[in-house]
């Protein structure tokens, strides 16, 4: 590799964030058949102007849902969206209807669709016309609403201060609305209920909830007067569906069928513990229950399974059929005509058609981008790791981004790396190798478990993989990747950093907190047959984090909580400095060939720039550097995960830098474009993709 040219590094301040390195290692262009993708470097006189252009299927954060008719009903944070789900393999959004804090509670019937706000509203949307679906009225209710239904021109809604499992222990209120008149909508009853209503059914003129106390049933004969009639004491439930004479509970450790119409001393329970170790949702449709649950197999191994049951004989159910899923995060189930969805809030939506319940079918999968980790983006194409997969966006037409395909994999992820038509994921227990060349057909060719490689920082180069666990590297020859195996290991200092490798050197920084200061250290690499230290330096607060085309660049930090030891107290005022220096190591102007007593910030190539708050990357691409300012609260003790960058609304937080070589750094375009914690981001052709808690893409010119 040529190093004559000058080698850049951008030294400035060290965060937690720069703790989890970025995922843009070097790519070779081995087997590479994807075409090149809109070049990195902007045209001549380029104003920089970033304008969203997510697609929604890409920015749904599915929590909560209903589908009526082959129309799935997302609350989406800013709107309504209504999707076609009729070929779940490209849903099409037909309509976004605008609503401030839309997550909570939504039903639908073929003319209307009823859905609650941030903001204590209740509005009612006109879904005649799906396409042209608009607000038609709204009224005010006493809290937060996580659960509805809809029976003719009455909606029963349940409000609290619950939201996914928290609570303040207050009661919840049952509330009665009248929306025969959907342009004003009107409150007619309401009475208290426990607190957390985890479910609602309706049955004839009883309305069943149930919450911490167990199953509260009410009497709604009189929809302006509900009264609870009856209770059925239990705990932890967290589902339930009616069946003629019985309430069948996923009641979380085991499945339960109890009879309704008894008193508590009388009523008789069923308690099977066989179907499921853990049960989390079941409904019912002519004597056949379908389960949803996790348990064990023989050898320990954990599942998850729906299961289909013939409940005529209700004292002995017999399971007819069952279907496999991967491990995940599931929290919803809904039933709409003969398809069962099944929602892991992870990857996304599985329809099952259970038209024959002793034959099961998985017809397809709808993956959200919800909960992504890490993002990169290549050639059109943007890699996301989730919680515990991978999964595939073709933006090659940015104006209609599609998810294509999505790996499972069995540990949260990592970290990963591509270099040509292979991706490498470490996690938390495994390292995978996927083919990637067919990027709507990935597959796995090769996996390591902990045993044999352990680490969550990876950077691919030349046929090899370098994996990072903190106190050493494992180097993989990953070339052919079927036969891919372990070539050596590196030790080195511990609490490292961060890890940067091409085909001739390595680059590592670690962080000794006793001495307060950061240390780069230098290694050639003439694989297979040797790994040599050549040097390390003090680099105070020090991580290099990315690649130019022709070098390296990096951090150094003068954050004050690394130097505060009661920093968890509060957050103190925070700024860095970003700046050029020559890594070059056959320079003798380098930072490595540097004079005794000489510290790499006196080292800068023309002009620096300084920034409040603290970077969380920096991708430099194309001559440009972008950085994410992340930004502390004003004031003491208030809280912010350090793990993730913190944003306010109201400063640039996101800056594009020109880097000149010889002149040093000037500010391109700053802009304040993104509202809640950035996770991770890269910029690829002048599209910025970002993670705060889905995808979301920006055209930057």
């Known amino acids: 590799m040529n190093f004559n040219a000058i080698t850049l590094i951008l030294l400035l301040s060290y965060s937690l964030t720069a703790g989890f390195s970025c995922a843009f290692g070097a790519s070779g262009d081995r087997n590479n058949n994807r075409p090149v993708f809109r070049s990195d470097i902007p045209p001549d006189n380029t104003v920089f102007d970033p304008v969203e252009i997510t697609s929604d299927a890409l920015s749904l954060t599915p929590r909560h849902f209903t589908v009526n008719d082959n129309y799935g009903f997302f609350p989406t944070d800013d709107s309504l969206t209504i999707m076609d789900l009729s070929d779940l393999s490209y849903p099409a959004t037909v309509a976004r209807v605008p609503i401030t804090w839309c997550w909570g509670s939504v039903s639908a019937t073929e003319e209307y669709a009823c859905v609650t706000s941030g903001e204590k509203i ?40 619950r939201q996914d499992g928290y609570h303040s ?15 004003s909508p009107e409150i007619i009853g309401s009475t208290e209920t426990g607190a957390s209503v985890s479910g609602i ?28 009639s009856d209770i059925y004491e239990a705990w932890n439930i967290k589902d339930f569906a009616i069946a003629g004479d019985h309430i069948l509970i996923a009641n979380g450790d085991y499945f339960k069928i109890i009879e309704k119409s008894a008193s508590d001393s009388d009523r008789i329970e069923w308690v099977f513990r066989d179907f499921f ?91 959200t981008t919800d909960s992504t980790l890490r993002v990169f983006a290549r050639d059109g194409y943007i890699f996301l790791l989730k919680t515990m997969g991978l999964t595939i966006v073709d933006a090659t037409d940015p104006d209609n981004e599609q998810i294509v395909s999505q790996i499972d994999l069995p540990y949260q992820t990592g970290e990963v ?56 590297i494992s180097v993989v020859d990953i070339d052919p990747p079927g036969n891919s195996h372990v070539l050596t290991d590196i030790q080195f200092p511990p609490n490292a950093r961060w890890l940067f490798v091409n085909e001739e050197y390595a680059y590592i920084s670690t962080y000794d907190p006793e001495r307060e200061i950061s240390k780069l250290w230098l290694y050639t690499l003439d694989l297979p047959s040797s790994i040599k230290e050549i040097k390390s330096i003090d680099c105070p607060y020090v991580s290099v984090i990315g690649i130019d085309e022709s070098g390296i660049y990096g951090l150094l930090s003068d954050i ?115 509202d809640y914690g950035l996770r991770d981001f890269d910029v690829m052709g002048g599209y910025l993709c970002s993670s705060e808690y889905n995808l979301r893409i920006f055209s930057l010119w």
């Open 560 to 674: 004050a909580y690394w130097r505060d030891p009661n920093w968890s107290a509060g957050w103190p005022d925070s700024s860095f400095t970003i700046g050029c220096v020559n890594l070059n190591p056959d320079d003798p102007a380098s930072i490595w060939n540097a004079p005794d007593g000489v510290s790499p910030d006196e080292m800068y190539i023309g002009n620096t720039l300084s920034f409040n708050g603290f970077p969380g990357k920096i991708p430099f691409k194309g001559g440009l550097a972008y950085i994410n300012c992340a930004l502390v609260p004003d004031e003491p003790g208030e809280s912010a995960y350090p793990a993730f960058s913190y944003t306010m609304n109201d400063i640039d937080d996101f800056h594009i830098i020109d880097v000149d070589r010889s002149e040093g750094l000037t500010v391109a375009a700053s802009f304040d474009i993104f």
């Open 122 to 161: 209740l509005y009612v949307v006109d879904i005649e016309n799906v396409t042209e679906s608009h607000v038609v009225g709204s009224v005010e209710i006493p809290h937060y609403s996580y659960h509805s239904l809809i029976s003719g021109d009455l909606l029963y809604i349940t409000c609290g201060n």
């Open 201 to 228: 059914v309706l049955d004839g003129n009883s309305l069943y909830l149930s919450c911490n106390s167990g199953i509260e049933i009410y009497d709604v004969t009189d929809p302006m007067n509900p009264v609870l």
């Open 277 to 367: 170790r853990s049960c989390y949702n079941v409904c019912v449709k002519n004597n056949i229950a379908y389960l949803f649950g996790s348990g064990s197999d023989s050898n320990g191994e954990t599942f998850y399974k729906l299961r289909s049951l013939d409940i005529t004989d209700i004292p002995n159910p017999v399971e007819i059929d069952n279907i496999d899923f991967q491990s995940g995060s599931y929290t919803r189930m809904r039933m709409s005509d003969d398809y069962i969805y099944v929602l892991d809030r992870f990857r996304g939506f599985t329809a099952i058609d259970v038209s024959d319940p002793a034959n099961l079918e998985k017809t397809d999968s709808f993956y």
């Open 417 to 472: 790396d591509i270099d040509g038509d292979i991706a490498v994921v470490v996690s938390y227990g495994m390292m995978h190798i996927i083919d990637i060349s067919d990027p709507r057909n990935p597959s796995i060719i090769k996996e390591f478990d902990s045993y044999e490689i352990y680490g969550d920082n990876v950077k691919v180069a030349d046929g090899y993989a370098f994996v990072s666990n903190g106190s050493g």
């Open 169 to 183: 222990g207050t009661l919840d209120t049952l509330n009665i609305i009248d929306v025969s008149d959907p342009a």
